[in-house]
DNA sequence: GCGGGCAATGTCCTTGATGGTCATGGTTCA
DNA sequence: TGAACCATGACCATCAAGGACATTGCCCGC
């Protein structure tokens, strides 16, 4: 079934058919209704491979996700998703896992549909260093900032992560706690959104003038209710006596605090708890999830947007913060 | 680029660079390295569209996943991916909201690129029968059964929901409840599973001659905090006195328990609650999710075992049911 | 009545890769 | 020595669509 077939099948010629399926000028109303009904009848579709072919045209966005268990990406991915069917184009996600190596698998499997551009969820920027770098289209990081880091195809839309995580520490030394524990993803990149939180940390510690030993005060968990629960005993094991934990996502902070009631302690009258990232659970937890909103939709639609404006105009790389929204919960007490 | 430019490059012709790009016999190893330094240099890759075009295949295998808001989703979705990243298919995943008319939308670019498979995640056979159903390529419903309906290219892999149920209720009637209200998803379907659930929900209160007034005892809720949120509000005016909660979904749960806390109440001590899939999440509550854990990984398993079958060697569509595990909780005590 | 203008439509070529056919020159084996 | 075989390339058709350009026919004004 081509577009011959059509034009065989209606009396009219293929460039005929190829306009009234393009919605192009210069057809008669008739053709266009007889052709329209045919298409009707038969169910006929373009052959997308054809026409990408001869439009020299590819086949949409690719979305690569890295994470399975950061509650924030489903409605993320949703609204990108939406955005993008908005365009007409296939969105073609790759749903990886935090630790997979099945990165340069995908990267293959990318590489070879050509995709008009990149959008990457999770993780700093290493992903995109690991394996992307060489698909020349342009990309926006998600949630993460790549700011100054040389990509000039790069762009970025995240949360400005030092600034909100500095607010969460004040806000705790505000109530009078002192030794407070980090539970963080991995440290050392500080492209990794994680890392800036990190950093905002001790920033805010060392303004105030808090010693903080990162030995004892700073563990490394993945994003995952298990790992973080691990890692929290280690901060309990190194530091007994620490009133408040800052972890560095949601998810973090759940694992957290299991942890810390399986320990026969009370969350907020023994140990305070913050999150990061705002998901719509916090705020059925008992007791309400103190956190840091990230604003999932803004992020997803300005990323749509830079990228829209990257492939159809070639607009160039830019770095953007979207704004956040410290959200205070029962989670954290005043001491 | 063209495969041409690389034959000028590397000093051979056009057939041995294709022969050597599609691993093909008849290649002098001596021009295979020279043609794979070359390519590599230039990063060369084969226009996918023109490739496709003339072997008349497809993209790959799409994913369609309706509901944000089912926290089983995330992880089943990375198992598929994972799976179908073996056979270095692509995988184009459409995530739909739960309510959107995005359906139709997706369905188009769907059929635009000509997936060899289709699989379905989230709601019942309607998302199915909606728009998809005159793709004609295998399909495989995941979490949900399409046994008997009558579509012959659609194979579905799920949990015994109406038996898991049945379960369900049958603990709450052994620990002493009668008072059993029902937060479901929407009833109307029996092809949906949440509808199902609620028939084994009745099948087992009527076998065991527990009366049940459908008008009072049961609300519809979506897949969603909020929206459970609500639903268990309406259920405690219609029935104030009852001492436990069936919800048809984890997330649907958690809604309900916040519900019932801020009408001052307790879980378990006043109010009992058992949720529905089993989600890694429910264990780190308090407290702990009762609940029925859906094997994620293996629906997701057989669905792609399935899917690939049914392309590769046109088996016929069949219905698996996968086992399931009803993991008691501290959510739910003896009366 | 004739040429200009224009809308509707068709012809032919191009897109990038593949596969088949055939020819060539060289090597190996019986 | 001849047959079989291999590596290779030139050439052409093929895939389904789109675009440049040509053609047709009609209307209008002078």
């Not at 992903?127 to 040389?150: D, H, K, Q, W």
């Not at 490394?220 to 973080?228: E, G, I, W």
Request: aromatic letters at 6%.
């Amino acid at each position: 079934m081509t577009i011959k077939d059509i034009a065989r099948e209606s009396g009219y010629g293929v460039t005929t058919v190829s306009r009234v399926l393009n919605n192009q000028p210069n057809v008669s109303e008739e053709a266009r209704e007889k052709i329209l009904e045919v298409v009707r009848r038969t169910g006929f579709r373009l052959n997308s491979n054809a026409k990408r072919l001869k439009q020299q045209t590819s086949s949409g966005i690719a979305v690569v996700v890295k994470g399975v268990n950061n509650m924030l990406f489903p409605s993320i991915l949703q609204r990108v998703q939406s955005r993008l069917l908005d365009t007409g184009w296939a969105c073609l996600i790759n749903y990886l896992d935090e630790s997979a190596d099945e990165v340069e698998e995908a990267a293959r499997i990318c590489t070879e549909t050509h995709p008009l551009g990149l959008l990457f969820l999770g993780g700093g920027i290493e992903n995109f260093r690991r394996s992307f770098a060489a698909i020349p289209v342009p990309c926006v990081l998600m949630t993460a900032s790549a700011r100054g880091l040389g990509f000039d195809s790069l762009s970025s839309v995240s949360t400005d992560d030092t600034y909100a995580a500095e607010c969460v520490i004040e806000h705790l030394l505000d109530l009078g706690h002192r030794r407070i524990a980090i539970l963080s993803g991995w440290t050392g990149d500080e492209s990794n959104p994680v890392g800036l939180r990190c950093r905002g940390c001790l920033n805010a510690l060392e303004r105030r003038g808090v010693p903080f030993d990162a030995g004892r005060q700073l563990v490394t968990s993945r994003f995952s209710l298990s790992d973080s629960y691990e890692a929290m005993g280690r901060l309990f094991d190194a530091m007994p006596d620490l009133t408040a934990v800052f972890a560095a996502a949601d998810v973090m902070a759940i694992g957290a605090i299991r942890a810390i009631r399986d320990r026969g302690l009370r969350v907020p009258e023994d140990v305070s708890v913050v999150g990061f990232d705002g998901v719509e659970l916090g705020a059925y937890l008992t007791p309400k999830l103190c956190t840091v909103r990230q604003d999932g939709e803004a992020i997803a639609d300005r990323s749509v947007e830079l990228l829209l404006d990257a492939i159809d105009r070639g607009t160039a790389a830019s770095h953007e913060l979207v704004p956040f929204h410290f959200t205070p919960g029962e989670s954290v007490r005043q001491l």
